[in-house]
């Protein structure tokens, strides 16, 4: 079975400071793995996937095989960024959660 | 908006009752899928139905059921309801039968609260 782990349930870092939320999957193939985001009282969102190498709001991801990981990175966080972040695996069928990690930017 | 529609917003509902959610995906979208988000399980993958079939089944209880009718619109039927069934219901959406480049858009939940 496909598990998305993610091992820090909360994370609090200063405004400023780097941040970095985990994530390891089960190897099984090419993986398509996903950041979501879902801020307070908000839908959750896509924030970024693997495939397009792409960073939204100043955040990063990089899919390392060698380690299964898929961490989410930023180098200077905001306040605006706190939220819980889902790391997500998609297969043919579905997209398997991790189960979140609530990060908190402090002022 | 994501276009993802979810009714209703709020459910306050006796235990032992029936309650049906309803979701109404993106335009194009033949891919619904529900997912429970309670605060001690996280997110979890219940069901997945793709142009009115069903593709797969996650952790989706016996008193749970769904549908997708030829609209595509969907239905979650919750019966025999119990306190711990409590949570946030999503539904998402996506254009085909998985979500490997094709992103599942959410809908805003619909939150079930079980007295």
């Known amino acids: 079975a496909q598990r998305v782990t993610q091992p820090e349930k909360l994370l609090s870092v200063f405004k400023g400071a780097p941040v970095e939320l985990k994530c390891n999957y089960s190897y099984s193939g090419s993986p398509e793995l996903f950041w979501y985001v879902q801020y307070s009282r908000q839908r959750l969102q896509l924030l970024l996937r693997h495939i397009s190498r792409e960073s939204i709001k100043g955040f990063t991801a990089d899919l390392n095989k060698g380690e299964t990981s898929f961490h989410l990175k930023k180098p200077f966080a905001q306040e605006e960024d706190s939220a819980m972040y889902y790391c997500?695996?998609?297969?043919?069928?579905?997209?398997?959660f991790g189960s979140g990690t609530q990060l908190t930017v402090l002022p | 908006d994501s276009g993802v529609t979810q009714t209703p917003k709020h459910l306050i509902t006796a235990t032992g009752q029936r309650v049906t959610l309803r979701c109404s995906p993106r335009s194009g979208d033949l891919s619904v899928y529900w997912y429970q988000q309670s605060l001690d399980q996280g997110l979890q993958f219940l069901i997945h139905?793709?142009?009115?079939?069903?593709?797969a089944k996650g952790n989706i209880l016996e008193r749970f059921s769904a549908q997708q009718f030829p609209d595509l619109h969907s239905e979650l039927n919750l019966s025999s309801l119990e306190l711990g069934d409590s949570a946030l219901y999503f539904c998402a959406s996506s254009v085909g039968s998985g979500v490997s480049v094709a992103e599942a858009f959410f809908g805003q939940g619909t939150r079930l609260t079980v007295v």
């Open positions: 139905y793709y142009n009115g079939e069903e593709r």
């Open positions: 997500a695996r998609g297969s043919a069928r579905q997209l398997t």
